[in-house]
C-alpha cells in the first residue's frame, strides 16, 4: 500500500527498509519463537475457513480471520 501527498510518501512492505530493520525483525521473531508466540501475518493462515464455525454476520466460509478480527465481510484482502 502505498500513500502519496505533496509532502510525504509513505508505503508498507513485507520486506524491511533497512539492514537495522532486519535485525530488529529477527529478533523480534525469535523471541516469539522462544516464548512459542504465533505471529499471525501469513496471509493463508488468516483465509483459513474453520469448519463448523459461524458468524453472527457471516455463517458461511468463515476464516480466521474472521474469528479474530471481524464478523462481516472484510478479511485480510480487503484491507
Known amino acids: 500500500m502505498t500513500l502519496e501527498s505533496e509532502q510525504r510518501k509513505i508505503c508498507s512492505s513485507y520486506t524491511p527498509f533497512s539492514k537495522d530493520d532486519e535485525e530488529i525483525g529477527r529478533k523480534i521473531s525469535d523471541f516469539l519463537s522462544q516464548e512459542q508466540i504465533t505471529l499471525l501475518q501469513d496471509r493463508e493462515l488468516l483465509t483459513t475457513i474453520v469448519p463448523g464455525v459461524s458468524r453472527e ?8 480471520y474472521h474469528c479474530l478480527f471481524t464478523d462481516g465481510d472484510f478479511g485480510p484482502d480487503a484491507i
Do not use: E, N, Q, S
Open 57 to 64: 454476520l457471516r455463517t458461511d466460509d468463515v476464516t480466521v
